[in-house]
């Protein structure tokens, strides 16, 4: 099992990078984001490229801050 735990410092910034290119080479069975720095909504939209994945996002009450999301592949 391939476990990715990252810490990108605003989900919004980083897709606009690489970030989905280093996903997919990667490949990842579950990836761990933290300080995605947004609410559940903009998460899920910024991942909206990402498939193949079940997501799960928790955010901070005040915009801004904090911030994880867990995405695993589901189980065959």
């Known amino acids: 099992m391939n476990i990715i ?3 990108v410092n605003g989900i ?12 997919e080479k990667l490949n990842p069975d579950m990836l761990c ?3 995605t720095k947004a609410q559940v909504d903009e998460t899920e939209k910024a991942m909206e490229p990402l498939k193949g994945y079940h997501e799960h ?7 801004g801050y904090s911030g994880t999301a867990l995405l695993s592949k589901p189980k065959t």
């Open 33 to 35: 984001l933290q300080e």
């Open 57 to 63: 996002n928790n955010s901070a009450d005040k915009k």
């Open 5 to 7: 735990s990252w810490n």
């Open 12 to 23: 919004r910034v980083i897709v606009k990078k690489d970030f989905f290119g280093s996903i």
